[in-house]
């Protein structure tokens, strides 16, 4: 089975709309601008980088796993004021995955979690390679452990 792997961002287009919305519109879709006050803390979800200190970001919930299923979920996530989306080479770890306490939770066909595990950044790509190996794996989502947010989704190539 192959278990090369590529990790896709969230599309940046899905929040041009917000963009230009300012602080009272925002808050009608419970999103706000916040200024990054340390590096790691703001890893933006379209670029998967750090925000730089200074820099500003969107704070929006996000429905991260918009699925029939009964682990459809959403939460926070953070995007760049000036983010690029991150277009990643096969195999390729992103920024924001090489600082922190991860959950990696691997997905069936029918979007049912059949398998997750902690690890520190250093022991994510051997997970991810394992998880891939399983037959009844179709997708991962990797999450910060400890705050729990969502921060991308790993596909077999």
Not at 12 to 31: G, V
Not at 62 to 67: E, L, M, P
Not at 97 to 124: C, N, P, Q
Request: hydrophobic share 35%; glycine share 4%; proline share 6%.
């Amino acid at each position: 089975m192959n278990t090369n792997f590529i990790i896709k961002p969230i599309e940046k287009s899905m929040f041009s709309e917000y963009f230009n919305l300012n602080d009272q519109q925002l808050e009608k879709f419970n999103a706000k601008w916040l200024i990054a006050d340390s590096k790691p803390g703001f890893p933006c979800r379209v670029s998967l980088k750090e925000a730089e200190i200074g820099e500003r970001v969107l704070l929006i919930p996000h429905k991260y796993h918009d699925v029939n299923s009964p682990y459809k979920a959403s939460g926070p996530i953070f995007i760049r004021e000036d983010a690029v989306e991150a277009k990643l080479n096969i195999n390729e770890i992103p920024e924001i995955l090489t600082k922190r306490l991860l959950s990696v939770r691997a997905y069936s066909e029918d979007s049912i979690m059949i398998h997750a595990e902690t690890t520190l950044a250093s022991g994510l790509e051997n997970i991810i390679y394992h998880q891939l190996t399983e037959p009844n794996v179709k997708y991962l989502q990797v999450h910060n452990a400890n705050p729990g947010c969502f921060n991308c989704t790993v596909y077999r190539t």
